[in-house]
Each structure stands twice: as C-alpha cells, then as structure tokens.
C-alpha cells in the first residue's frame, strides 16, 4: 500500500544524520544554494477498504506532505483528533524507516495500533536537530462510527498531537538546512546558525527564510548570539521582481539598526539562487542603507564575514627539521625565529606580532614576541599532578585559548594578550579528557576532540559571554558519530573541520571533513601521508598535515585547496603546520 507519490524528478535535500548528537541542521557550505529543485510529495486520502494499521501508515506517509497545511493528512482524524495543528514549523519525531505496525486490540469499532522503531532523534519548532536514538513505542487510537464504516485516527499518541512522526527519509526530502546569520559579540562578526527548515514550496523559501531569521536564534546558540531586529518585529511580505527581493518588515523595526539588519538579511538571502539583489521596506516604505542604498547587492556586508576578512595568499607556518619557526614560502621554510625554541605545536597570533607553543613536555604555555626579539617566556603552567595542555590557538583579539587536561578531568584556560591566564569557571566538559580545542573564527563556536567512552568524539559548543558572569564555554553535543578515535582538528571554513581520525574499522590515521552539524563527512583522500600526528586548515588554503615516521617528520598539503579528494604532497621537513588564523 503507497499513501503517496513522489512528483517530478528533481533532488536537492537536507541529510537527517543517522548516528550522534547533532545540534543544528546542515549549515550551507559558502557555495551551496537552497532553492534547488525537490521532490514533492503528493499524498494520498485514506481509502474506506483500509484496516486501522493500514491508516496509520497512510497518516504517517501523508504527514510528510506540506501541502495546504497539512490538509490531506487532517483527512485521516476523527473530529475529536481534528484539532491536530502542526504549524509552519511543527516539532517532529524522526525514525530511522517507517515504523512497525501492529493492531494490539480490535472490535468492531475501535483498535489500537502500536507503532515502534528506532528513533534518531528530533527537530524542534526552532529548526534545531538533536539526536537521541533509542527504540521508541507509540500508539494510535482508531475509530469507526458503525461496523463497515471507514476507520479514522481519533486518538494520537503525545509525540505527534502538536507535531509530525516523520522518517529520516522524509526529512531528507522535504527539508531544507540553511544558515539563518546573526550577530557575536563583538557587534560586527557574524555567526551561522544551521536549522532544519520545511519545504513548503520554493516561491514561498524567501518568506520562510526571513520568517525564520525574525523568530531568532535557536535554544543552542541561544545568549551567545544577538540579533539586530527589535523585539516584535515581523515580515509584512517578500516577494521577487525578476532578481530582486524586496522584503517589507512591520513598523517595529523603524527602531533597530539599518546596517546590522541589512547584514543579517543580505547574509540570509544569499542562499537564494534566483537573488542576486534585494531592496529593505519598512511599514511599506523603502530604507535606504548608508554603505549600499535602497538597493543591495545579496552578496554585500563581507565585512561582518563569519571567517573575518579574507586574506589573499594566507600564510603557513611550521617548525622546520631544525626545530625554528618557519614561514612556508612555497614548499621551502623561511625562518621566522633566529634559533630553536623550547615549544611544539606552534600556534601564530592572527596580527603575526607572536608566537606561543607547547613545551616539549606539554606541561606549559610558552609565548614569544616576533617584532621585539624577546625570548619564550611561560604564561601558564600546569596546575595538577600528572596534566598536559592541548596545542593552543589565538582567538581574534589575541588571547590564547587551551584545556589543561588529564583522564576524566579537565578545565579550559585562556590568557589575554598583556594579561594574566584564568581558568574558564562555567566549563561544560570538566569530567572529560580532551585532547584538541579550537575556536571558530565567530569567536562563539567551540569545536573539541574530546574522550567519550573511551572514543576520541568530535563535539561542537558554543561561548558565552557575559558582562557580569563572565565566560561559559557548554552545551557541547557530538557532532558526528562516523569517526572514530579522532586526533585533532581545525576549522577550515565557518561550516566545515577538517579532522584526523579514522572511520569505522579503518586502522589508518586520514583526514576528512566535517560539516558542524554532523551530516556525513567528505574524505579528503589517502595519499601517502605515513603517520599524521596534527592538521592545520584555513578559508581557501590548501589542507596542511604534519606526520611523523621515526624521523623528524614531514609536513603534507593537498595540491589543490577546493578538492575533495585530494592529491597529496610532502615535499617539506618539518612538523606541526599552523594558520595565523
């Protein structure tokens, strides 16, 4: 029995993951447009000859469908079952396939159908996709008014009396994941915020899209993010003359800031193939914006940029055989330092004025200034028996960030530049081993290589940070469950890591990338890396891997930065490749 068809011959989908805690939806890649052509499904009404499990499969199947708010599904409910109201953005069960079905208790004019499966996980009303598989029962109340009669749904079980039970599958046709952009502290970084958007259909995506952004933030990100819009402010209408959006917003948003909203909007819309230019309403009126006017081109305000500014020809650094810092020119090192240093797992600041590392015993911080000349001096020393601190990074405004870290226990330290080291309080993975940590570019994302069961997992957080409370660095969830024993990381984009470690049964160390949100993961091929021991990524830049074979080691690049499988070299000796940013 099919209670439905699948209408035209066209793909483009969000991936539901089918393993891991996973917090967002796919945020897009830099390049990926999310108006692309879609399968739609058509439902079928249930048929008076179907027994109460056949229409329960007909619901379910029928509930995957958008269309006319749901109308066709409301078809297969009872009027006391009628009030079913999904809405726009309606929570959802998901299952791994359609659940079992199975008619526990009949007469002649009621049964119960129960219906079990594995869950994966769930979306919620805000777009946000957190993973929770475990097998799940539920049931359904089937009535009829007389024996003969058509059987209907008049009883439905809590999971989807204000949502939908929806296969992985189903998600991954009828969903799209868009980034919705909003603002990091700092009031100009822009952050993404990946959901799960439904796909009503593809003239009403500019609507969803701003409708989308208005409501804010999902409970993830939550205070570690702002928006620009002031409170009530609503969209009026959106529509699209030729290539031009222009999009109308409730009187509300008169108070709020021209710019920061047009950042926000220009950064949503992007994502919008057919719209290559759109023009801000407010009440009717058209506002003018003072950096591009009544106007804009979509792919303006590159200024408030998640990765930052871009930076033509990003430099690569490593320690060269001799152990100096070195600068890549090409595929030779040029020293940076006059002599060795007492550090590994190098780390540059983004303005290139210093150098910090591990000591070779990885019980300290060690920081250097590359204008003056000064000598390594030890900012932070470990501060328990038997520790050792992860490669630290700079964030944007200089400080350097590290977990300080032993079996089952940790704590995350950040010394300011000029100032003094302090321990980050409010540190969700304190009762973890964490072996890698590095901030995203935004300066609020968090990604971790921490110990889960004795498995290496890749996990995302976020930062929060609070004027009167200070640092919270939490809410860290896996965010794929393909890898396993992962060794280290780096963000390569705003929406993407690249990660050692090894899938499945492989025993080999490789490199992959990572979406944040835990869709499935990209190989960056094999090659001849030998041993991999660190890795290093940044916007545009070739991949950089630094291994280790007995000798001093080698540093490996892909031949081509935008590959996903790539070819790979190692023409240079050295170790510990890093990015300045």
Same mark, same amino acid.
């Given at each position: 029995?099919?209670?439905?068809?699948?209408?035209?011959?066209?793909?483009?989908?969000?991936?539901?993951?089918?393993?891991?805690?996973?917090?967002?939806?796919?945020?897009?890649?830099?390049?990926?447009?999310?108006?692309?052509?879609?399968?739609?499904?058509?439902?079928?009404?249930?048929?008076?000859?179907?027994?109460?499990?056949?229409?329960?499969?007909?619901?379910?199947?029928?509930?995957?469908?958008?269309?006319?708010?749901?109308?066709?599904?409301?078809?297969?409910?009872?009027?006391t079952a009628g009030g079913w109201n999904p809405g726009a953005r309606p929570p959802v069960l998901v299952f791994a396939d359609r659940p079992r079905l199975e008619i526990t208790?009949?007469?002649?004019? &009621?049964?119960?159908?129960?219906?079990?499966?594995?869950?994966?996980?769930?979306?919620?009303?805000? /777009?946000?996709?957190?993973?929770?598989?475990?097998?799940?029962?539920?049931?359904?109340?089937?009535?009829?008014?007389?024996?003969?009669?058509?059987?209907?749904?008049?009883?439905?079980?809590?999971?989807?009396?204000? /949502?939908?039970?929806?296969t992985k599958s189903d998600v991954d046709r009828a969903y799209r994941t868009v980034n919705l952009y909003f603002f990091a502290p700092d009031g100009g970084t822009l952050v993404?915020?990946?959901?799960?958007?439904?796909?009503? !259909?593809?003239?009403?995506?500019?609507?969803?899209?701003? &409708?989308?952004?208005?409501?804010?933030?999902?409970?993830?990100?939550?205070?570690?993010?702002?928006?620009?819009?002031?409170? /009530? @402010?609503? +969209?009026?209408d959106v529509h699209v003359e030729d290539d031009t959006a222009v999009v109308d917003l409730s009187p509300q948003a008169r108070s709020g800031d021209v710019e920061r909203m047009?950042?926000?909007?220009?950064?949503?819309?992007?994502?919008?193939?057919?719209?290559?230019?759109?023009?801000?309403?407010?009440?009717?009126? @058209?506002?003018?914006?003072?950096?591009?006017?009544?106007?804009?081109?979509? &792919?303006?305000?590159?200024?408030?940029?998640?990765?930052?500014?871009?930076?033509?020809?990003?430099?690569?650094?490593?320690?060269?055989?001799?152990?100096?810092?070195?600068?890549?020119?090409?595929?030779?090192?040029?020293?940076?330092?006059?002599?060795?240093?007492? +550090?590994?797992?190098?780390?540059?600041?983004?303005?290139?004025?210093?150098?910090?590392?591990?000591?070779?015993?990885?019980?300290?911080?060690?920081?250097?200034?590359?204008?003056?000349?000064?000598?390594?001096?030890?900012?932070?020393?470990?501060?328990?028996?038997?520790?050792?601190? @992860?490669?630290?990074?700079?964030?944007?405004?200089?400080? +350097?960030?590290?977990?300080?870290?032993?079996?089952?226990?940790?704590?995350?330290?950040?010394?300011?530049?000029? *100032?003094?080291?302090?321990?980050?309080?409010?540190?969700?993975?304190?009762? &973890?081993?964490?072996?890698?940590?590095?901030?995203?570019?935004?300066?609020?994302?968090?990604?971790?290589?921490?110990?889960?069961?004795?498995?290496?997992?890749?996990?995302?957080?976020?930062?929060?940070?609070?004027?009167?409370?200070?640092?919270?660095?939490?809410?860290?969830?896996?965010?794929?469950?393909?890898?396993?024993?992962?060794?280290?990381?780096?963000?390569?984009?705003?929406?993407?890591?690249?990660?050692?470690?090894?899938?499945? !049964?492989?025993?080999?160390? $490789?490199?992959?990338?990572?979406?944040? !949100?835990?869709?499935?993961?990209?190989?960056?091929?094999?090659?001849?890396?030998?041993?991999? @021991?660190?890795?290093?990524?940044?916007?545009?830049?070739?991949? $950089?891997?630094?291994?280790?074979?007995? *000798?001093?080691?080698?540093?490996?690049?892909?031949?081509?930065?935008?590959?996903?499988?790539?070819?790979?070299?190692?023409?240079?000796?050295?170790?510990?490749?890093?990015?300045?940013?």
């Amino acid at each position: 029995m099919a209670a439905f068809v699948l209408a035209a011959s066209l793909t483009g989908c969000a991936s539901v993951p089918s393993g891991g805690r996973v917090i967002t939806g796919r945020p897009a890649e830099p390049a990926e447009q999310v108006d692309d052509p879609y399968v739609r499904l058509i439902p079928v009404s249930p048929r008076p000859e179907w027994d109460p499990a056949q229409l329960v499969a007909g619901f379910l199947a029928a509930s995957a469908s958008f269309d006319d708010g749901h109308k066709v599904a409301r078809r297969y409910l009872t009027g006391t079952a009628g009030g079913w109201n999904p809405g726009a953005r309606p929570p959802v069960l998901v299952f791994a396939d359609r659940p079992r079905l199975e008619i526990t208790e009949q007469n002649a004019t &009621r049964a119960t159908v129960r219906a079990s499966g594995d869950r994966l996980g769930s979306i919620g009303a805000d /777009g946000q996709y957190i993973s929770d598989p475990k097998p799940v029962d539920v049931t359904f109340a089937v009535t009829r008014a007389a024996p003969g009669s058509p059987w209907r749904i008049g009883g439905l079980p809590p999971e989807a009396r204000g /949502g939908l039970i929806l296969t992985k599958s189903d998600v991954d046709r009828a969903y799209r994941t868009v980034n919705l952009y909003f603002f990091a502290p700092d009031g100009g970084t822009l952050v993404p915020n990946g959901i799960f958007l439904p796909l009503v !259909n593809r003239r009403d995506l500019p609507g969803q899209l701003v &409708r989308a952004l208005l409501d804010g933030q999902t409970s993830w990100l939550g205070s570690a993010v702002e928006s620009a819009f002031p409170s /009530g @402010t609503r +969209l009026r209408d959106v529509h699209v003359e030729d290539d031009t959006a222009v999009v109308d917003l409730s009187p509300q948003a008169r108070s709020g800031d021209v710019e920061r909203m047009s950042a926000q909007l220009s950064w949503t819309l992007r994502q919008l193939s057919e719209i290559s230019r759109w023009k801000l309403e407010i009440g009717g009126d @058209t506002v003018a914006s003072r950096g591009y006017g009544a106007v804009q081109p979509v &792919r303006a305000w590159d200024g408030n940029a998640p990765d930052g500014p871009a930076v033509p020809d990003q430099p690569a650094y490593v320690l060269a055989s001799s152990g100096r810092l070195s600068r890549l020119t090409g595929d030779q090192p040029q020293p940076v330092l006059p002599a060795g240093g007492p +550090l590994v797992r190098p780390t540059v600041s983004p303005d290139y004025r210093q150098v910090a590392g591990l000591s070779p015993s990885g019980d300290r911080i060690v920081l250097r200034d590359l204008v003056s000349g000064t000598t390594f001096r030890t900012v932070l020393s470990r501060h328990s028996a038997g520790t050792h601190f @992860t490669a630290p990074a700079f964030d944007r405004d200089g400080a +350097l960030w590290t977990v300080e870290t032993k079996k089952d226990h940790s704590w995350l330290w950040v010394v300011p530049r000029g *100032g003094p080291a302090f321990r980050v309080t409010d540190w969700g993975l304190a009762d &973890r081993e964490v072996k890698a940590f590095r901030l995203a570019r935004d300066g609020v994302r968090a990604a971790v290589v921490v110990t889960v069961d004795g498995r290496a997992q890749v996990q995302l957080g976020r930062i929060v940070r609070d004027r009167s409370s200070g640092l919270e660095a939490g809410a860290f969830l896996p965010v794929s469950s393909e890898l396993v024993d992962a060794i280290d990381l780096s963000w390569r984009d705003y929406a993407t890591l690249a990660v050692l470690g090894r899938k499945g !049964n492989d025993t080999r160390v $490789l490199p992959y990338l990572i979406p944040v !949100n835990g869709g499935g993961i990209s190989s960056l091929g094999v090659g001849a890396l030998g041993n991999p @021991t660190s890795i290093a990524a940044a916007p545009g830049a070739p991949v $950089l891997i630094g291994t280790k074979d007995g *000798g001093p080691g080698r540093v490996c690049r892909q031949r081509a930065p935008r590959d996903t499988i790539s070819e790979w070299t190692c023409p240079v000796p050295g170790a510990d490749p890093t990015y300045a940013r």
